[in-house]
T-cell receptor, first 111, second 115 residues
Framework: GQNIDQPTEMTATEGAIVQINCTYQTSGFNGLFWYQQHAGEAPTFLSYNVLDGLEEKGRFSSFLSRSKGYSYLLLKELQMKDSASYLCAVRDRGGSYIPTFGRGTSLIVHP | EAGVAQSPRYKIIEKRQSVAFWCNPISGHATLYWYQQILGQGPKLLIQFQNNGVVDDSQLPKDRFSAERLKGVDSTLKIQPAKLEDSAVYLC?????????????FGQGTRLTVV
């Protein structure tokens, strides 16, 4: 099984940088996803990490440390439209590769 | 490219009634997932299909929930009878395959309210 922990809510100012952390415990790790979900909408894929290090994609970056069971999503130059829930999901080494989602972090960006 | 289609968008039923949700995945996607997302929580997998076969349904409450994907394309999820705690958004997702680095594409979901 897996245990995934994220902060429930964060607030930040437009134009700033915010880091959303995710810690996990799993019997066998096989990749970590970050998804963005606006209220009332479907989750959309942001990033995938399977090796240690930083993956950068525009204003968003995701970091993974497998030895620490830790990931973060870094959002730069925050915009009002970044207000959303950010979901961390971990895949284990089970044959079906099903990702287990955390509860999500609700990010509120204010002017 | 058309996304994952789900219907209906909203449904309100009384407890002990039955309800069915429909999902049409992205064309060519072999893997289809049904998730339940209760307000304030992350999505929880109910069932995964690979083509028309069930890969994992370990978290599906089989006494009241059922799902099928008869021709390996569209899928339906049914709840019979519904309970108050079934109030949630039911998300369908699909992926090209079920390998480790393949992301899932989600539909907009069906918001179910059981009163």
């Amino acid at each position: 099984g897996q245990n995934i922990d994220q902060p429930t809510e964060m607030t930040a100012t437009e134009g700033a940088i915010v880091q959303i952390n995710c810690t996990y415990q799993t019997s066998g790790f096989n990749g970590l996803f970050w998804y963005q979900q606006h209220a009332g909408e479907a989750p959309t894929f942001l990033s995938y990490n399977v090796l240690d290090g930083l993956e950068e994609k525009g204003r968003f970056s995701s970091f993974l440390s497998r030895s620490k069971g830790y990931s973060y999503l870094l959002l730069k130059e925050l915009q009002m439209k970044d207000s959303a829930s950010y979901l961390c999901a971990v895949r284990d080494r089970g044959g079906s590769y099903i990702p287990t989602f955390g509860r999500g972090t609700s990010l509120i960006v204010h002017p | 490219e058309a996304g994952v289609a789900q219907s209906p968008r909203y449904k309100i039923i009384e407890k002990r009634q039955s309800v069915a949700f429909w999902c049409n995945p992205i064309s060519g996607h072999a893997t289809l997932y049904w998730y339940q997302q209760i307000l304030g929580q992350g999505p929880k997998l109910l069932i995964q299909f690979q083509n028309n076969g069930v890969v994992d349904d370990s978290q599906l409450p089989k006494d009241r929930f059922s799902a099928e994907r008869l021709k390996g394309v569209d899928s339906t999820l049914k709840i019979q009878p519904a309970k108050l705690e079934d109030s949630a958004v039911y998300l369908c997702a699909s992926s090209f395959e079920s390998s480790a680095n393949t992301e899932a594409f989600f539909g907009q979901g069906t918001r179910l309210t059981v009163v």
